[in-house]
């Protein structure tokens, strides 16, 4: 055209500009605008838009470049040609100005559109703006005529649920899953009931959630029952906490110690507490819903406050309530052996298990081990750790470390057998445990040079005072009793007396 002498009208550059636009030639666009500018051609509004809706492949610099160019023109920017900029800030991670941007619209007297709050509310929730994200949709609702729809509200309940926010968490369930009926994820869920453990939100936690996963055909297991035991102990509610244990075996699950011990540390926090607690078993035992779950956890707290007399009190009481101990209460029991050193009452506890007929756990074989090893003679931790090898049970890294340190710390060779093991098991043997083997090892050839030393010393002091006394006898003055007069005593030779033989009696 050029060539010909044919200018090109603003029909020609409209026409090319939105064709190179859609194709994301942006700087063919740029070069067309200048040449439009030296031809004195005024770019149409419609242009101008169609480069600022095609803006989520550009940078927000060449973005307001844009913009600067329709306020030359005076073309006012539309709420469309926001949307634009505002998904191309989401998409690129940028917080605050697709939020600033939002904001703008509204400020300009335009309505934002519904896929840029969309997209700002998303974003917030993935980078883990919750409430922020909230605020937003409160703000955009209360102006605007739709709504926002189920896959945002599911955004955010994924992000509420990643930072724990129970309040954003609940709100965002009931839309996306009650109203618009969505269905979380058991990745979703299990994060769900972490949160609502953690603030002590039991019956959500049993109403939605775990109804939730009923209905999605997901079979419950630990991980899902245990959130919701750690969630009455958070709320301090024993009653309810021992009564949701007594319903477990319709789950046909048991609770894992570790709750328990979460419903010992909330409920049960000094001896006060859990001498009350007989109250609420009592009062279940004439409903029949006391547990071995439950008489475990006063054990436990009893057993963390170093009282073993009421450990043991409430493990004599299982046959008042009709329960059976399991592994689990002697596993606690043994624990609170260890630090007293009481080995008579962990043979005692072996005994019953064998009466009863409780099998023993790896866990249990561990203990065992253990508390042989707080004993003078700990011949009898190795007895058990054969044991617990022919029974199946591969012994723990930590249980060799604690091997190998008292060995070690005794100058018992066997510290190296029990290295030589967890090589042969590929274990990772910790650089710290060889730092402190090294230093022990040491210690204890110390001191059996010590002994060895005062042993000697005691043996020459002892050849010392037995020549001192028979020179004494020697020389002990004699008295005739008929004469009163004084004998003098023979004269001995030093010299021909028995020399002590070894080390000098001088140290």
């Given at each position: ?61 060449q973005f307001w470049d844009i913009l600067d ?233 009893a057993a963390k406050h170093s009282d073993l ?88 890294l930590q249980l060799y470390s604690a091997i ?104």
């Open positions: 055209m050029k060539r010909n002498g044919i200018t090109p009208d603003q029909t020609t550059y409209d026409t090319l500009a939105r064709t190179l636009a859609s194709k994301g030639l942006h700087r063919d666009v740029w070069a067309l605008l200048e040449d439009m500018e030296a031809l004195d051609v005024k770019p149409s509004q419609a242009l101008l838009i169609e480069m600022a809706k095609n803006a989520n492949t550009l940078s927000s610099v160019v329709m306020k030359k023109h005076d073309i006012r920017p539309t709420a469309s040609t926001w949307t634009s900029v505002i998904q191309q800030f989401a998409h690129a991670g940028n917080v605050e100005l697709a939020l600033e941007s939002l904001y703008n619209v509204r400020e300009d007297g335009l309505e934002p559109e519904l896929p840029a709050a969309e997209a700002v509310i998303a974003l917030l929730s993935d980078k883990g703006f919750v409430n922020l994200a909230m605020d937003v949709i409160e703000w955009f609702e209360g102006f605007a005529i739709r709504r926002v729809g189920p896959e945002t509200w599911m955004r955010c309940l994924e992000g509420a649920a990643a930072e724990c926010r129970m309040d954003a968490i609940l709100k965002s369930w009931q839309k996306a899953v009650v109203e618009y009926n969505l269905s979380p994820s058991e990745g979703l869920c299990l994060e769900i009931l972490t949160a609502a453990a953690r603030h002590g939100k039991a019956e959500f936690a049993i109403s939605q959630v775990l109804t939730t996963l009923v209905n999605t055909n997901i079979a419950l297991s630990t991980k899902h029952i245990a959130p919701v035991i750690e969630a009455y102990a958070a709320a301090g509610n024993l009653t309810d906490a021992f009564t949701f244990l007594h319903t477990l075996p319709s789950f046909k699950v048991e609770a894992p110690v570790t709750s328990l011990e979460a419903i010992a540390a909330y409920c049960l926090p000094d001896i006060d507490a859990i001498d009350n607690a007989w109250k609420v078993v009592d009062q279940l035992h004439t409903e029949t819903k006391v547990t071995t779950a439950a008489l475990n956890t006063i054990i436990i707290a007399q009421r450990a043991l009190g409430a493990y004599k009481n299982f046959p008042t309530y009709h329960a059976q101990p399991n592994t689990d209460t002697f596993d606690i029991l043994l624990d609170a052996c260890i630090p007293a050193e009481h080995r008579q009452l962990g043979d005692a506890l072996l005994a019953d298990m064998k009466t009863v007929n409780v099998p023993l756990a790896r866990s249990t074989y561990e203990r065992l081990v253990r508390l042989c090893l707080t004993q003078p003679e700990y011949d009898d931790a190795f007895f058990y750790l054969n044991e617990m090898e022919a029974a199946g049970h591969v012994p723990s190998v340190r008292r060995c070690a710390s005794e100058g018992d060779t066997r510290y190296e057998v029990a290295l030589g093991e967890m090589k042969a098991r590929k274990m990772a043997v910790p650089k710290e445990l060889m730092g402190e083997v090294r230093a022990l090892t040491r210690q204890a050839r110390k001191l059996s040079e010590v002994e060895a030393a005062e042993k000697a010393w005691k043996e020459d002091g002892k050849r010392a005072f037995e020549k001192e006394m028979k020179v004494r006898e020697v020389r002990r003055p004699e008295v005739d009793m008929d004469e009163e007069r004084y004998v003098e005593p023979p004269e001995v030779d030093e010299d021909e007396m028995e020399q002590p033989t070894g080390r000098s009696s001088r140290r």
